[in-house]
């Protein structure tokens, strides 16, 4: 765990097997039937969405395993829960990428009012978001979840090690690029401050 609150993030390998992905696949593959617009797709194949766990309800538990409970115990204590699910895909023909950023946005329901700190919910692809205070950001852990293999052609994960410690701020120097690779069933844990980006898919 030390790792993790250094660098801002930790490589878990291995964690689901054969049979395991096969589930989570079969699971996510359930997105392209929906028509909602927190789902982005063309010719039928979805690569991103937004409300996974409403969509999807049975993934609240097909993700977890001993090792990750472990983990997000240790990490953000015994009251720890799911706050939402996302999905990418980057097949060559519709590739995409992000520039660095962080994550500094929470989704909230819609029935949420604006609360001091936080600032005024707004859509993004028909999900209400808004932006906690430093100290909400800080508290969470984001697992990414690997179905595929991720290599230096699909447009990889590109981070900024211990840039998680400047806050909301967006500052490059002084931090090493590296750029995660990974196999199937690895789950990459990240805190969501720290400075990343990806590439697009080479065809």
């Known amino acids: 765990m030390n790792n993790l609150e250094q660098q801002?993030?930790?490589?878990?390998?291995?964690?689901?097997?054969?049979?395991?992905?096969?589930?989570?696949?079969?699971?996510v593959s359930q997105l392209s039937n929906q028509h909602d617009e927190a789902v982005r797709g063309r010719s039928g194949a979805v690569y991103s969405a937004r409300n996974v766990l409403q969509l999807v309800p049975e993934l609240a538990d097909l993700w977890r395993t001993p090792k990750l409970v472990d983990l997000l115990t240790q990490t953000l204590g015994s009251q720890a829960g799911l706050v939402r699910g996302l999905f990418f895909?980057?097949?060559?023909?519709?590739?995409?990428?992000l520039p660095w950023h962080k994550d500094l946005l929470i989704t909230v329901g819609d029935d949420t009012n604006e609360t001091t700190g936080y600032s005024k919910p707004r859509p993004r692809a028909g999900i209400l978001h808004m932006e906690p205070p430093l100290e909400v950001l800080q508290s969470m852990l984001t697992?990414?979840?690997?179905?595929?293999?991720?290599?230096?052609?699909?447009?990889?994960l590109e981070v900024l090690t211990g840039s998680h410690t400047t806050g909301k701020q967006l500052l490059f120097d002084g931090f090493e690029k590296q750029i995660i690779t990974s196999q199937a069933g690895d789950v990459f844990a990240m805190r969501p401050l720290l400075v990343h980006a990806s590439g697009r898919s080479i065809p």
């Open 89 to 97: 895909d980057k097949p060559p023909e519709q590739t995409w990428a």
């Open 8 to 27: 801002g993030w930790l490589l878990l390998e291995s964690i689901y097997d054969g049979d395991q992905l096969s589930q989570l696949r079969a699971a």
């Open 143 to 156: 697992l990414r979840i690997h179905l595929d293999e991720m290599t230096l052609e699909n447009g990889p």
